[in-house]
């Protein structure tokens, strides 16, 4: 089992910043890829930003580029998703999700369905 837990959230105006962290523990060293998704209250999950982290290669959703940026600690076992210039349609729950994905990864990593394994959220809150 790979646990996930996320922190970093909060609430910040409109234009600051935060850096939210996902810490992995228990059998991480089977997990390759990381991914951040959002849940706005009553919408879909979606994906934000991913990391392949053996090949280091970085996606992103199209509403936060240039923006936000995935980053990596292998000695740390953590991702994390610095997020800059935030709008209040950032306001979401915020999660890391993890699993171990095959070369098809560039194509499906918003997906949720890819992962196995997911943190418990942390709520990020921008006001305009």
């Known amino acids: 089992q790979v646990q996930l837990v996320e922190s970093g959230g909060g609430s910040v105006q409109a234009g600051g910043s935060l850096r939210l962290s996902c810490a992995a523990s228990?059998?991480?060293?089977?997990?390759?890829?990381v991914g951040w998704f959002r849940q706005p209250p009553e919408k879909e999950r979606e994906g934000v930003a991913a990391?392949?982290?053996?090949?280091?290669?970085?996606y992103y959703a199209d509403s936060v580029k240039g923006r936000f940026t995935i980053s990596q600690d292998n000695v740390k076992n953590t991702v994390y998703l610095q997020m800059n210039s935030l709008k209040a349609e950032d306001t979401a729950m915020y999660y890391c999700?993890?699993?171990?994905?095959?070369?098809?990864?560039?194509?499906?990593?918003?997906?949720?369905?890819?992962?196995?394994?997911w943190g418990q959220g942390t709520q990020v809150t921008v006001s305009s």
């Open positions: 999700a993890a699993d171990r994905c095959g070369q098809t990864y560039g194509r499906s990593w918003y997906k949720p369905i890819v992962y196995g394994f």
């Open positions: 990391v392949a982290l053996g090949t280091g290669s970085t």
């Open positions: 228990g059998y991480s060293y089977s997990v390759n890829c």
